[in-house]
């Protein structure tokens, strides 16, 4: 059965003055999929997340969000849309239930439905005990949650979430993650924009790599990984003098430049897997008298897909 495309988009160009924020831009999000924008800051991710949900205006290019065009059928988009930015929004001095009450009758919803709503999603994002409280005694996790709940009271069928987690400790992390997973489950369209490799990796369907406003790869996690990711052979040593010699009998295998491992008798080599390979290794380095103390292969890493498809940050 065919699944329809909740978030559609073609061309789409946006600059500020001279500045170039998106170049071309071409996405497809299939209904109940996580689609994550990756790259680095200002790469373009918040812009396109801004022009989908009709905060922006294209200055070329189309889209479409469930079903609608956000230039000609704006107000349609926004009906079926919920976005939490990188910045919570709420209001500091309000309680967390006042602040939904609040968004929620802001959207026109009736006052009994408002309270209603408000309820369940304090429930569901654990934040019953805290609901009566000024948001300005919350911790940064809880305030993320609250700024989810306020992006579903219009119980939305796409979402849009820039940078949700930015800033968070790893328990609030994994706490989001396992919230923002919950409604992918449930139906829910999501598109992602992170920093964060091992979000994108953990919460991705698909992934679109932006750099200089432009996409340069997309694809699922895995298949960018294969594409565009690298093996890395890293090995110990007993001594920090054996570890020149080692790297001299081995570069052959390398790929790629070999790199000493910082603080330990370690070498990391980029290398091709293919079976054998570590045991071949091994008995190059007893032929010439260098013990191992550990030898593994790891496979790539979005790291590595990140590394060569974006430009490095000028200091």
Same mark, same amino acid.
């Given at each position: 059965? &065919? ?13 500020? @003055? ?12 299939? #209904?109940?999929?996580?689609? $994550?924008?990756?790259?680095?800051? @200002? ?8 022009? *989908? ?10 889209? !479409? ?9 704006? #107000?349609?988009?926004?009906? !079926?849309? @919920? ?9 500091? $001095? ?10 929620? +009758? *802001? ?6 439905? #408002? ?30 949650? *609250? ?12 979402? %849009? ?8 400790? /790893?328990?609030? +992390? ?16 999501? =598109? ?10 953990? *919460?991705?369907?698909?992934? $679109? ?9 997309? @694809? ?7 594409? %565009? ?34 603080? &330990? ?7 091709? /897997?293919?079976?054998? =390979? ?27 897909? %990140? #590394? ?8």
């Amino acid at each position: 059965m &065919h699944t329809p495309v909740m978030i559609e988009a073609q061309g789409l160009v946006k600059s500020f @003055g001279s500045a170039q924020a998106l170049v071309d831009l071409n996405l497809t999000v299939p #209904a109940g999929s996580t689609m $994550c924008l990756l790259g680095p800051n @200002g790469a373009g991710k918040t812009t396109a997340v801004r022009v *989908l949900s009709t905060l922006l205006r294209p200055d070329a290019g189309w889209a !479409r969000v469930a079903g609608h065009d956000v230039v000609a059928e704006g #107000a349609a988009v926004r009906r !079926r849309i @919920g976005m939490s930015g990188q910045y919570v929004s709420v209001d500091e $001095c309000l309680t967390g239930r006042a602040n939904l009450v609040m968004i929620a +009758r *802001l959207g026109r919803i009736a006052r009994p439905e #408002a309270k209603r709503r408000a309820a369940d999603l304090l429930a569901t994002l654990d934040l019953e005990r805290a609901a009566d409280r000024p948001v300005r005694t919350y911790s940064g996790g809880m305030r993320r949650r *609250l700024d989810l709940a306020a992006s579903l009271l219009g119980q939305p069928s796409v979402l %849009f979430l820039d940078e949700p987690t930015t800033g968070l400790d /790893p328990q609030s +992390r994994l706490t989001l993650w396992g919230l923002i997973g919950d409604l992918v489950g449930a139906g829910t369209t999501l =598109l992602l924009t992170t920093q964060y490799l091992d979000e994108a990796d953990r *919460l991705a369907d698909r992934i $679109c790599v932006i750099d200089g406003g432009r996409v340069t790869a997309q @694809g699922s996690p895995a298949e960018l990984k294969s594409r %565009f990711g690298t093996s890395h052979l890293r090995l110990t040593v007993p001594d920090t003098a054996s570890l020149a010699r080692a790297a001299d009998e081995i570069s052959g295998y390398a790929v790629g430049p070999v790199r000493r491992l910082a603080g &330990h008798r370690g070498l990391d080599l980029p290398v091709v /897997p293919r079976p054998g =390979l570590v045991t071949e290794i091994v008995r190059v380095l007893d032929a010439a008298g260098i013990e191992v103390d550990d030898i593994t292969v790891q496979q790539p890493s979005l790291d590595d897909v %990140f #590394a060569s498809l974006t430009r490095p940050v000028a200091a």
